[in-house]
C-alpha cells in the first residue's frame, strides 16, 4: 500500500511539472520583458529558447569556452549561462579548473548579475543566470 501512495504522489508531482513552464521558459518571459529588442544576447545551452524573438541571439554551448571580450566584439551585451552546462566542470574540479574560475572569478569581475530563474517545487530545468557584460 505504501507503494501505491508514494507512486501516486509521485505522478502528481510529475504531472504538476509538467503543467508548469520549465526555467529556460521563464526565463524567456523575462529576458522580452526585461530587456529592449535588438539587443545582442549570447546564450549558453540549455538557457533558454529565443526563437522568433527580437533579440540579436548568439548561440554558444559554452560560455566558459569564449573570451568575454570577443563576444563583446561581437556585439554580445549580455549572456545567459546554464547550470546544465557549468554543472558538468563542477562535477569534475580537477579536470575543469580553468572553466570553473570562469564562473567564479571572470564572470562576476566582468558582468554584472541581472536576474537569477532558479527551479522551484513546481518549475523545471536548470538555474539560468542573466549578466550584462561590463564595457571595458
Known amino acids: 500500500l505504501a507503494f501505491s501512495i508514494l507512486s501516486v504522489r509521485d505522478a502528481v508531482r510529475l504531472a504538476l511539472l509538467q503543467t508548469r513552464p520549465s526555467t529556460l521558459v521563464l526565463t ?5 520583458e526585461n530587456l529592449p529588442p535588438g ?6 545551452r540549455y538557457s533558454a529558447p529565443l526563437e522568433h524573438s527580437d533579440f540579436r541571439v548568439y548561440e554558444i554551448v559554452t560560455a566558459a569556452s569564449h573570451s568575454l571580450d570577443d563576444l563583446r566584439n561581437a556585439g554580445v551585451e549580455y549572456l545567459l549561462t546554464s547550470s546544465f552546462m557549468s554543472g558538468r566542470y563542477y562535477a569534475e574540479p580537477e579536470r575543469y579548473a ?5 564562473y567564479e572569478e571572470t564572470l562576476p569581475r566582468q558582468a554584472e548579475l541581472l536576474h537569477v530563474i532558479a527551479p ?17
Open 39 to 44: 539587443s545582442g544576447i549570447a546564450i549558453e
Open 98 to 102: 580553468r572553466e570553473i574560475a570562469f
Open 28 to 32: 524567456r518571459f523575462w529576458l522580452l
Open 120 to 136: 522551484t517545487g513546481f518549475e523545471g530545468g536548470p538555474v539560468v543566470r542573466v549578466y550584462r557584460l561590463a564595457q571595458p
